[in-house]
């Protein structure tokens, strides 16, 4: 048995910061299914917001305007109020953020954002943070799994105390034993065929949870960022993230006859992520993203990383100045149930990042509030985690065994259905049915491709039984997973009959202040996810207040 | 293009002695990555072949693979390109040990990383305020996602087992060039031994080969520079 006093659970920004934060109090453990280097917060181009006292008022107020008035403001003020003392934290980890001409911190003002509140490393802030809390989590001691995919929470009564992991390598399957844990294993972009993470990004952390009694929040709102790389539909390299400093810097959509798409900007400020992507939806044709009026020397310096990969896909791989882009989901706004330091409702079970919603992004996201909530939510959920002073609980062996052998039969299904064709099957459903539009007969029809996956996942078999590094089990537990966030993401957005922020439905296409200025919450009731809406706190503003 | 010919090194350290081949068809299409090829076999054709997968745009550095002898991120490399003539072959990473077919251990080679001790560390409370010009030294090398495409061109280890790598000394450099770092002076002369600083022979990747336009040599250059005006020298 392996023992920590925290344990969290994914190596991403979210789940570095948690780390750093727990271990000054006991011994922590990080799991990750890849190696926090390789985590997809490196994806993460765009920067993080900040703001002093001056900009306060306008960043909560273009938040929640981003956020179509569901934010729960008095998480959203905590966490911007922190901005300042997160930017620095990193600062002081050694994270290097552009410097203007005057040797001043450098700001962008991206998508939704009425002032420049977006502190970045050219275009590579993702990757930044994550070198420098790789090398803090190196600094304290936490010790990595990395390559190991959790895959079941362990309760004592009705408290966590510790978790079920497979070692991906060795094939072997281990319990944890901990006094809390931390879930930070990221959202679940990788549901939808058109997205900027790969298909292994799909809520694993949220089902461990939702499964041990959490409730999944807002799960219907998924942020489509307006520029993703466009390659070759439904595959593996489609749709990376590329928009955001170059958006900012200028760049234009067109249309395919070369004409400027009217994406909503105002007064020299652009609409948020969701407006944007709505607008593009609508255009018959391909949509590219136009370099050329940009300075060249501005584009090299804010964009150095994105130009290599768009000259190496660009098929007549000259330019790479006029790329092909389609709306992709990027940020997934609903998550597990927390407070605002990270509690779900499950006792000494904790979460933070993507993989957590306290209502900080509303029923939208403003761009650069990412990066934001998973530094500060990490630290917050890391340091509470390490608050717990409790003993270790019981780990139920019987139930150790139970999950052991569910993944070790997986191994031995020879004969059956490849697990490739439902995911693709499914991503696809829900990227028609759940995209930037929902109409009934989509969700309908992604809800049937549920049912029939659940059905189907009893007959997949694998091609090949070896334990060590058996990337076809790593697929079909992953499968698993995707299929129940679609089922509660289907669930949401049926329950949910408006349209607000990124849930746009076309048999509902207005917002519903008086019945759903609400957060959905969906639960298992004897195996079955049930919805209801919770109302936000009472801090929280109508709508004409806040206009 | 259509049917293009993928020959793949096999290996299963379990099973076989020698590393093999295995030649696949596969249906290309325009636009197709060599990721894109490998996920095709994988799900339609043989569900044992093991590699890493990355998400859209490779920035996480998961997916570097040698294609054609040339290592490079699988996801950045167009299928057209590759196989100009409608056949490519594709190995795991040079210079790493192998897990299984296309996937590599990377654990010795971080290991020279966290050896490096690459946490910016201030000995005064005050950290002082970067320049614009520091900020220039700093920018590129924050970009590295220590995929190891630099190191699988680096000859170096294979005529030198101590040889430290193009990145451990691209990470040196980064935090030598950090004002906020107190300790120049001590990673400078932890690279200096055998296999390190003087034992880089320059002819690892260049900026184009490096996938987030990094330019290792030039950096690394640099770091000789400063170890040379600070009275350091080749030993031998």
Redo the contacts between chains.
Sequence with gaps: MIQHDVIVVGGGVAGLSAAIAAAGNGSVAIISK??P????S??I?EGVNSCDDDLFPSLLADTIHAGEYLNDVTATESLLRDSGEMVAKL?????????????SAATAQLQGASRAYTRY??D?T???II??LW??V??CGVSVYDEWMATKLLLDESSVCGVVALDI?SGRVHPFSGRSVVIASGGYGGIFTD????S??CGDGLMMAYQAGASLSNMEFVDFHPA??K??DG????????GDMAIALGARFLNSDGDEIDVGLKNGVLPPDHVMSSSLHKVAGDVTLDFTGIDKDLLTEIV??C???LR??T?N?TSGIRVPVKP?ARRSIGGITVDNVGATGVPRLYAAGEAACSGVHGAGLLVGNSLLEDVASGWNAGVEGSRIEAGFGAINESETNEEQNRIENMLRRDEGT?S??LS?ALRRAMTDGLGIIRSPDGMEAASQMVSHCRQALNDVA???G?K??N??LVRVLELGNMIEVAGAVITSAMAREESRGSHRRTDFAEVNDDKYQMNSEVSLNQGVGEVTFVSLSTNNLSRQEAE | MDSVELVITRY?P?VDDFHKTQTYSIRA?????I??AL?QI???Q???L?F???????????CAVMVNDVPCLA????V??AASNNSAVIAPLRHFPV??DL?VD?SIY?AKI?AL????E?ASAQ?P????E??YR???T?????CGICDANSAEFLTNPMYIGAASLLWTYRLTS?S??SFDRERMEAVLGNGGLWDFSGDTSSEDSC???IDPVNQITRLRNAASQNGYAPTN
Excluded: K
Excluded at chain 1, 37 to 40: I, P
Excluded at chain 2, 129 to 132: C, G, H, I
């Design positions: 890849s190696h280097l390789r985590s997809m490196a994806n181009r600062e002081e980890y050694g994270v290097a953020f552009t410097r203007d001409a005057e040797g490393c050219s590579h993702g990757r930044a070198n420098a090398s803090q190196i600094r390598r997205s900027a993470a790969g292994y990004v993703g790389l390659t070759v595959m593996a390299s489609d749709g990376a993230a590329i150095p990383s130009l290599p990969l190496s896909l098929s791989g992709v490849s490739a064709a693709y694998l091609y090949d070896r060590r590094y990337q076809e | 299963d379990e299409v325009p636009g197709m990555t990721l894109d996920v994988r799900d339609e043989d569900g044992s093991r890493r997968e990355s998400e859209p745009g490779g920035w996480s550095g998961s996801s950045r490399t167009l057209s390109r897990i299984c996937v990377h971080l966290q001790e690459p946490w910016v201030s950290v305020q970067m320049s614009r520091e900020y700093l920018r590129r924050d970009a590295c996602a220590l950090d906020r770092d996938p987030f336009a």
